[in-house]
């Protein structure tokens, strides 16, 4: 008897391969990473746009503010600073309002000082933001702000 295996139709051994399917594919990888990055662009996308957004809405509210001192001001003073007074006669204050009118002269969103010009184009004085870019005109996150045109929103 001898110990020799069988050749003929004895059952096939189980290959082993060096690929096993316990994990992705290089191209199920590199799908889902540009589907994540499509993603990640939009939201960052969309953010952009929340954050300009919010950034309008502070210079708005912000000039609205210097607006009720400046009108604080005149109601003391009886008249408006001038040009070259500008807004830090709002800060530095009066015989009858020591403490001035605003604690600080504020910056708007960009960290660009306000502007003030008294006559305004259309009124008494105007204060204006000059947005993003910190030049006259511009849109989007450029464009400028005005006491003016918050007036005429209100």
Request: glycine share 12%; with cysteine.
């Amino acid at each position: 008897m001898s110990c020799k295996p069988k050749r003929g139709n004895h059952s096939p051994m189980k290959r082993v391969t060096f690929y096993s399917r316990t994990g992705f594919s290089l191209v199920e990888l590199i799908v889902v990473m540009v589907i994540l990055g499509m993603l990640a662009g939009l939201v960052a996308v969309r953010t952009r746009g929340y954050l300009i957004s919010s950034k309008q809405n502070a210079a708005k509210a912000e000039i609205a503010n210097i607006v009720k001192a400046i009108e604080t001001f005149y109601a003391d003073q009886g008249r408006y600073p001038t040009t070259d007074e500008g807004l830090q006669a709002l800060v530095e204050g009066t015989d009858s309002w020591p403490d001035g009118f605003l604690n600080k002269l504020p910056k708007d969103p960009w960290k660009n000082p306000y502007e003030y010009v008294s006559p305004g184009s259309n009124g008494p004085y105007e204060v204006v933001s000059l947005g993003g870019d910190g030049r006259e005109g511009g849109e989007g996150e450029n464009q400028d702000f005005s006491s003016e045109q918050i007036d005429e929103d209100s």
